[in-house]
């Protein structure tokens, strides 16, 4: 079981807006939002035929949530690049998934205020299951065009190497 240090100097949980994603070992660019790391177990009841009327519970199979990944349309196609090792148009009859290198390991590094790495964690085995490149066009408005991906995942887990940051203080001069 991971021993978490608490930083007694610290009451104020951390900002949901600092964070960056990191895959085949450098950052992406421009990541906006990410969704929720969530897992969910199956229930499972049972009863002996002695028992009360009432049902014990069991841990079935776990699953781990679509992780969907938004980003502002540029030239950089890296989110592109990696939705087209499932599927490319044009690729030939039977040739659409690349099963070579379609599945990558993705780091989630999430930062305290100061800018500091606080929290990180390892996405495993993840792939592309839905790409949107381009979001609806509307001449009258005013917002930006953004991308979205959905990632497939087998897990995640915390990477209990990085330790809570001692956050800096800063004086202040009268």
Do not use: C
């Not at 087209?84 to 205020?113: C, H, M, P, T, Y």
């Amino acid at each position: 079981m991971p021993q978490f240090v608490v930083n007694a100097q610290r009451f104020d949980p951390y900002k949901n807006f600092k964070f960056r994603i990191k895959w085949d070992g450098k950052y992406v660019a421009g990541i906006s939002k990410v969704s929720a790391l969530k897992r969910t177990t199956e229930v499972v009841k049972h009863r002996e035929g002695g028992d009360p009327s009432t049902s014990r519970k069991s841990p079935g199979r776990t699953d781990f949530s679509p992780i969907t990944m938004e980003r502002g349309v540029t030239h950089d196609g890296d989110f592109e690049a990696w939705a087209a090792k499932v599927w490319q148009i044009g690729a030939g009859l039977g040739a659409e998934v690349s099963l070579a290198d379609f599945r990558k390991d993705l780091i989630l590094d999430f930062f305290n205020e100061a800018g500091q790495l606080a929290i990180s964690y390892k996405i495993l085995r993840a792939w592309v299951s839905e790409y949107q490149s381009m979001p609806d066009l509307d001449s009258n408005a005013n917002a930006v065009a953004i991308q979205h991906l959905v990632l497939e995942n087998e897990g995640w887990e915390r990477d209990t190497s990085v330790k809570e940051p001692t956050e800096p203080s800063f004086s202040i001069r009268g």
